[in-house]
């Protein structure tokens, strides 16, 4: 019988191993916000992830039950995945407003 491995997490941005409190990747910067299970996908906070994934079982482990995606499957690619997603346009228009307001009050205090 084998022994289950605690979980191992990795940056999907550079692949680099990280620890499971982690708020930020300690190689590339990148933060994190929810964590994604390679194998079946699943997304959710950190702490549904303290014996592996929630769903199928997957520890990062190449011998963790259920996981059959070999070798070659794990750990992940290792550098750049691309850009990440732009930011939601209720973002920049708050920053519009914002920056638009900050304006407005400079040029009534100058006059």
């Not at 190449?62 to 691309?82: C, F, I, S, T, V």
């Not at 920053?95 to 100058?110: D, E, P, Y």
Request: aromatic share 10%; with cysteine; glycine share 12%.
């Amino acid at each position: 019988m084998k022994s289950k491995e605690a979980p191992r997490y990795y940056c999907q941005h550079c692949g680099a191993e990280v620890g499971r409190d982690e708020k930020a990747c300690p190689k590339c910067g990148r933060l994190f916000t929810s964590v994604l299970c390679p194998k079946c996908g699943f997304s959710a906070a950190p702490s549904r992830f303290k014996e592996g994934c929630p769903v199928c079982g997957h520890t990062g482990a190449l011998n963790a039950p259920g996981y059959d995606g070999g070798a070659e499957a794990w750990p992940p690619r290792k550098g750049p995945q691309g850009p990440a997603a732009p930011l939601p346009l209720w973002i920049w228009l708050l920053a519009l407003g914002i920056l638009a307001f900050a304006s407005i009050g400079l040029v009534s205090a100058l006059l």
